[in-house]
């Protein structure tokens, strides 16, 4: 839901994107085995990022970094915050697992 995220663990790799430089995504191996190893078996992720337009450095880094994700088998959505307020969708973030337990992580 927010325009960024402060997650220590890709700072680097943010920066390494603003200033056009190449980056192996080591600190994201683990998300991208687990969703691969999950998908696999039979298990899905899906997600919608809500963002706003235009897309702030944060959000094209990770529209960028979802090509990685999708190709471990995650489904990515976007959706214009524009739009999700009209649909009066909750304005933070949770997750939602198998569509009975949510978890609220604003």
Do not use: C
Not at 33 to 40: F, L
Not at 56 to 81: H, K, P
């Amino acid at each position: 839901m927010r325009d960024r995220y402060d997650a220590p663990r890709e700072a680097e790799s943010f920066r390494k994107f603003l200033a056009g430089e190449p980056d192996d995504l080591a600190w994201y191996q683990g998300w991208l085995d687990m969703v691969r190893g999950a998908t696999t078996a039979g298990r899905r992720f899906s997600r919608v990022r809500v963002v706003s337009l235009p897309l702030s450095d944060y959000n094209r880094f990770g529209f960028w970094a979802s090509q990685f994700t999708i190709e471990a088998g995650d489904d990515i959505r976007y959706l214009t915050r524009e739009r999700a307020e009209a649909a009066d969708l909750p304005d933070h973030d949770y997750w939602l697992f198998d569509s009975r337990l949510l978890r609220d992580v604003s």
